[in-house]
């Protein structure tokens, strides 16, 4: 599958998924009608414009939509699924205020020790530890 099949089948379910328009993405992208539908229908390749546009619209880091664009690499050629989600993380992260920032470390804190807690209980765990 080319680059830009992908781009259009990924850009076309996120457009779905949040039930908008052509023209709502347009409008929320601020980008014209007609560019998106260029891309949608494979006439023009997206661009980096387009692409900074589409992620200010879907509330994502530009750097996502760069990759369906294939304007950037492919993780896969560099690095894993978790890299990106920790890069994902580090992005929206960069967007909030210090105290917001505390709080999210406070809650994956909080997930870890139940993890870990969990972990400990589960009955291989029990089983490991028995003499």
């Given at each position: ?96 205020t210090p105290k917001e920032r505390r709080d999210v470390l406070e809650y994956t804190r909080l997930r870890y020790r139940l ?17």
């Amino acid at each position: 599958m080319k680059v830009s099949d992908k781009m259009v089948i990924w850009l076309t379910e996120e457009i779905q998924k949040r039930g908008w328009s052509l023209r709502e993405l347009a409008r929320r992208a601020d980008l014209s009608h007609a560019t998106i539908s260029n891309v949608l229908s494979e006439q023009s390749k997206p661009g980096f414009d387009f692409c900074v546009g589409i992620a200010k619209a879907l509330d994502i880091p530009a750097e996502v939509v760069l990759r369906h664009a294939g304007l950037l690499p492919d993780t896969s050629t560099y690095g894993s699924f978790e890299d990106m989600n920790f890069r994902e993380l580090y992005d929206l992260m960069r967007n909030l205020t210090p105290k917001e920032r505390r709080d999210v470390l406070e809650y994956t804190r909080l997930r870890y020790r139940l993890l870990k807690e969990e972990q400990a209980e589960s009955p291989a765990a029990k089983k490991n530890a028995a003499p």
